[in-house]
């Protein structure tokens, strides 16, 4: 399943990634290389076999559904790249 | 002075409580340390020697008051993964480069509800991801321990190479650390320190900045057995904010420390015995079997055989989870924005691109292409399978012994930019061959120092327990300690 340069560059724009042709064709050769190793999994007879999502035995907790935080404006956008008056301000999204 | 930083967290604790030296003499001499080798080393990335002077004269007060906590006045490093509030914490990448969390990690609360002082944040590869320590936006982290047939500088290995380097070069009596595949095992063996990685879910993942969530966990480094101990019974707690960690109660892990193990049932796995595994590996894991049946041990040989497909199923695993933590790095709410950007995908896109380094990417990469359409199944579901098959591996093997004793790492510490490493990222990968499979399963796991190979560098064993046996996994460290007798320090040349 040998990935090409276009598959990477698609793979970037999923991963909000911008990288220039050179790297995309480096990257190429790396991932294919790291999942022409990974295809070893194939050995493994996993027909009967449930997929793992933890490796702890543990029904999820629940809490109580009340507040228990907030009220932390300054703290929120504190390390904001901009931001005013308690608002982060972003680029505009909506044309 | 300089003393005071050669001592263990154990005698240091010992001295404070018996006021033969206070926490700010200790913490002075840390200080000076830290400014005399941190040029040369790049262990620490932060200092607050300011915050440590003030922690250091509380906790003064508190040992003349006769009101000492468990770690009162014992100056440590944390890891720059650890969130601490309000001194900057980046997970060592350019994304976090002036990141200042509001609020701070649960292991780091307890390290300070027990009296700890804090000298400043250590070195790490960027978000974890790395070997080597070469991947952080600062820099890497140079081991002080050389060859003794080479000048060249060496890794302290990775991720924790700022925890491990610290420790071993006496700029902190201890230091946290973070595991995902190996991140705390293979640095300690690379410095001749002791690491250990509890059960996952022992120590809260709260404020730790997430790389691969279910295969995160934090634990220390430190300079012996006992210290990891004490280190892990702090940092361990029940905490309601990390929905997986574990309401179990916590044992007195400092009591198996020196525990006989007459009897115990010590498996020493087939598949871990590698080809081209250099020798001295080989003849190191045989001496570790010998001073574990002179202690009364019986060695069982056992079988793990899906050993083999654990780090290409961690390197499906981590890389996708990855992807999904790391996709809240877009430039908005915190982190690097890019200046450079008119539309929102292009900000997106710029920003990750500048802010994250290239083995970061590479991972969101094959994290993203594994979990995309089409290939879900084939790889991320794959995966998932082939973890169970591993975890019942253990499972099985505990039918047989009490607990496994394997080779810490394949090598000893590599020098700094090997270009073989660097240009192939699956040589970089396989450092984690013998660690990887604990996180996949959850088990507690140990790195102790063991001896040195013929270039006068440490080689580490590693020793595996039951989930939730810590206990016995110290247990059996401390025997290796004491037979081992691991004194040796590396030449100061920094």
């Not at chain 2, 525990?259 to 570790?288: C, M, N, T």
């Not at chain 2, 040589?427 to 660690?435: A, E, G, I, R, S």
Request: glycine content about 8%; aromatic content about 8%.
């Amino acid at each position: 399943m040998a990935i090409d340069v276009a598959t990477v560059r698609k793979v970037a724009s999923l991963s909000r990634l911008r990288e220039s042709d050179e790297r995309l064709e480096s990257l190429a050769g790396q991932l294919n290389g790291i999942l022409g190793w990974i295809e070893q999994l194939n050995e493994v007879d996993v027909s009967d076999v449930q997929p793992m999502t933890s490796c702890v035995e543990m029904t999820q907790p629940l809490r109580d559904d009340v507040v228990t935080d907030g009220g932390k404006v300054a703290d929120v956008v504190s390390n904001a790249p901009k931001s005013l008056d308690g608002f982060f301000i972003v680029p505009k999204v909506v044309e | 002075m300089s003393e005071l930083t050669k001592l263990t967290l154990k005698s240091a604790l010992d001295g404070l409580k018996a006021k033969q030296f206070s926490s700010t003499e200790m913490t002075e001499a840390f200080i000076g340390a830290i400014e005399k080798a941190n040029p040369a080393l790049n262990a620490y990335v932060l200092t607050t020697f300011d915050k440590a002077r003030e922690m250091a004269g509380e906790s003064d007060r508190r040992l003349k008051a006769g009101e000492a906590r468990a770690l009162e006045g014992a100056p440590l490093g944390i890891k720059d993964l650890f969130c601490t509030k309000g001194v900057r914490t980046t997970a060592c990448s350019g994304i976090l480069d002036t990141f200042v969390p509001p609020y701070e990690s649960t292991v780091t609360q307890n390290l300070w509800d027990d009296g700890a002082v804090m000298l400043g944040k250590l070195n790490m590869d960027e978000f974890a991801m790395g070997s080597s320590n070469e991947t952080s936006h600062w820099g890497p982290v140079t081991n002080q321990w050389k060859s003794n047939a080479s000048n060249a500088p060496l890794t302290p290995g990775g991720s924790s190479g700022g925890s491990a380097s610290a420790v071993a070069a006496d700029l902190c009596l201890a230091a946290t650390a973070s595991d995902t595949g190996g991140s705390i095992r293979q640095p300690a063996a690379f410095t001749g320190t002791v690491g250990i990685k509890p059960t996952y879910g022992r120590a809260s993942r709260y404020g730790m900045v997430a790389f691969a969530s279910s295969l995160d966990q934090a634990g220390p480094i430190t300079k012996t057995v006992e210290d990891a101990a004490i280190m892990l019974q702090s940092m361990c707690s029940h905490d309601a904010k990390d929905s997986t960690s574990l309401p179990n109660a916590l044992p007195d892990f400092s009591s198996f420390v020196g525990k006989s193990i007459k009897g115990l049932r010590v498996g020493i796995p087939d598949e871990y015995r590698l080809d081209g595994i250099p020798g001295e590996i080989d003849a190191l894991w045989e001496q570790g079997i010998q001073w574990l049946k002179d202690a009364g041990a019986e060695i069982v040989r056992i079988s793990l055989p899906n050993t083999k497909y654990a780090l290409p199923c961690y390197y499906i695993v981590a890389p996708a989870e990855a992807s999904s933590n790391l996709a809240r790095y877009d430039g908005m709410r915190f982190g690097h924005r890019t200046e450079a950007a008119s539309s929102l995908t292009d900000t997106y896109e710029l920003s990750r691109s500048e802010g994250f380094g290239a083995e970061v990417k590479r991972r969101i990469m094959i994290g993203t292409y594994v979990l995309s359409a089409g290939f879900y199944d084939a790889y991320y579901v794959k995966a998932l399978k082939v973890r169970r098959r591993i975890a019942e591996d253990f499972v099985n093997a505990w039918n047989s012994c009490d607990v496994i004793l394997t080779p810490a790492t394949p090598s000893a510490a590599f020098q700094l930019g090997d270009t073989e490493k660097a240009a192939d990222p699956v040589q970089m990968y396989l450092n984690d061959v013998f660690t990887v499979t604990t996180n996949l399963a959850g088990l507690p796991g140990m790195a102790v120092p063991a001896g040195l190979d013929s270039k006068g560098l440490p080689l580490g064993l590693q020793v595996i327990g039951k989930a939730l046996d810590e206990g016995t996994t110290l247990a059996v460290g401390a025997v290796l300690e004491k037979a081992a007798g691991f004194t040796h320090k590396p030449s100061q040349w920094w």
